[in-house]
């Protein structure tokens, strides 16, 4: 499993706190943590989070002097985080790709205001690019991908595209399946992303890609003492399926358990309980596998 650090993300008290003071200095310490813990690209993101306002003009005026301050001290590539075409083609502008190669333009999607442009703008710098397959094209509007098959058919239509117009090859692309809260996942977004790795793997007009998600979103509202297990587990079994990537803090380890590690074990039941009986809605299987992943979390409890 290789990882794209993210703890350059104002989700995250010391990157807020960076953010506040305009810390060249605090960026480059997030940099230097993640690089000497292994990851692979650095995830760029100085958005507004709950914790914090930020204006789309702040964080375009500060790109140009975060991104130089990160390259100066590591040649790590940088994976660029932000839906905004302009907080794209800014971060571009200021990117030095002959120091640390090809960034990711993270992300294309369905919803995406002005898709033609960041096309242009993934050939103009010759990036690489992730594309949120959770996303579906349903005529001129987007829609949720609500089984397998339109994950599928969102990555494949992608992938067609980036080859045509911006002359990507399989390997340059990352198609990100989607990864809902497990705990409130009531719709079984879980199962349909890891679903989607599989046929996505077995479909020959997409072998080379990378399968990537962002890691944190997965056990969110979970207790602390079970969270980065949960992850871990995630990371197992999503990994049997064909990821190979994930945007996660480098800081938990966030590498795969044991198989028949307890939580792995859990986990799985919970999301068999997930998988939709005959006769009932995808809320009451949903229902059903929240409550299987709660009694995963009172047994740690109880072990502990």
Same mark, same amino acid.
């Given at each position: 499993?290789?990882?794209?650090?993210d703890l350059?993300?104002?989700?995250?008290?010391r990157?807020?706190k960076?953010?506040?003071?305009?810390s +060249? $200095?605090?960026y480059?310490?997030l940099?230097l !943590?993640?690089?000497n813990?292994?990851v *692979?690209y650095?995830? !760029?993101?100085?958005?507004?989070?709950q %914790?914090?306002q930020?204006?789309?003009? *702040?964080?375009?005026?500060? &790109?140009?002097?975060?991104?130089?301050?990160? %390259?100066?001290?590591?040649?790590?590539?940088?994976?660029?985080?932000?839906?905004?075409?302009d907080? %794209?083609?800014v971060a571009?502008?200021?990117?030095?790709?002959?120091r640390?190669?090809?960034p990711?333009?993270?992300?294309?999607?369905?919803s995406? %205001?002005?898709?033609?442009?960041?096309?242009a703008l993934v050939?103009?710098?010759?990036? &690489?690019v992730?594309?949120?397959?959770s996303?579906?094209?349903v005529?001129t509007?987007?829609?949720?991908s609500?089984?397998?098959?339109h994950? +599928? *058919?969102?990555?494949?239509?992608?992938?067609e595209?980036l080859a045509?117009?911006?002359?990507r090859?399989?390997?340059q692309?990352?198609?990100?399946?989607g990864?809902?809260?497990?705990?409130?996942?009531?719709?079984? !977004?879980?199962?349909?992303?890891?679903?989607a790795?599989r046929?996505?793997?077995?479909?020959?007009?997409?072998?080379?890609?990378?399968?990537?998600?962002g890691?944190?979103?997965?056990?969110?509202g979970?207790?602390?003492?079970i969270?980065?297990?949960?992850?871990?587990?995630? !990371?197992?079994?999503?990994?049997?399926?064909?990821?190979?990537?994930?945007?996660?803090?480098?800081?938990?380890?966030?590498?795969?358990?044991?198989?028949?590690?307890p939580?792995?074990r859990?986990?799985?039941e919970?999301?068999? $309980?997930?998988?939709?009986?005959?006769?009932?809605?995808?809320?009451t299987a949903?229902?059903?596998q929240?409550e299987?992943?709660?009694?995963?979390?009172?047994?740690a409890?109880? *072990?502990?």
């Open positions: 499993m290789r990882i794209i650090g350059i993300n104002n989700a995250y008290a990157a807020r960076a953010f506040r003071e305009r +060249l $200095e605090g480059q310490n940099a !943590l993640q690089a813990l292994g *692979e650095l995830d !760029l993101n100085v958005d507004g989070t %914790q914090i930020v204006r789309p003009e *702040e964080m375009l005026a500060f &790109l140009p002097e975060v991104i130089p301050a990160i %390259q100066e001290v590591t040649p790590l590539p940088l994976c660029i985080d932000n839906p905004s075409f907080y %794209q083609r571009l502008e200021h990117y030095d790709r002959a640390s190669g090809p990711i333009v993270n992300s294309l999607a369905a995406r %205001q002005r898709l033609d442009d960041m096309i050939s103009e710098y010759d990036a &690489l992730i594309v949120m397959a996303e579906r094209f005529g509007q987007s829609a949720q609500m089984n397998p098959r994950v +599928l *058919e969102t990555a494949k239509r992608f992938v595209r045509r117009d911006a002359g090859r399989n390997d692309i990352f198609i990100d399946p990864l809902a809260p497990v705990g409130a996942d009531t719709y079984g !977004l879980v199962n349909i992303g890891l679903d790795m046929l996505i793997r077995q479909d020959p007009d997409l072998k080379g890609v990378h399968l990537s998600v890691l944190s979103n997965f056990a969110w979970t207790p602390k003492h969270r980065h297990d949960l992850e871990k587990a995630y !990371l197992t079994i999503a990994g049997e399926a064909g990821l190979d990537f994930s945007i996660a803090n480098p800081e938990i380890s966030p590498s795969p358990l044991p198989p028949g590690h939580v792995v859990g986990l799985r919970a999301l068999q $309980e997930g998988r939709v009986r005959e006769g009932e809605d995808a809320e949903g229902f059903r929240a299987a992943v709660m009694k995963i979390w009172t047994s409890e109880g *072990e502990g």
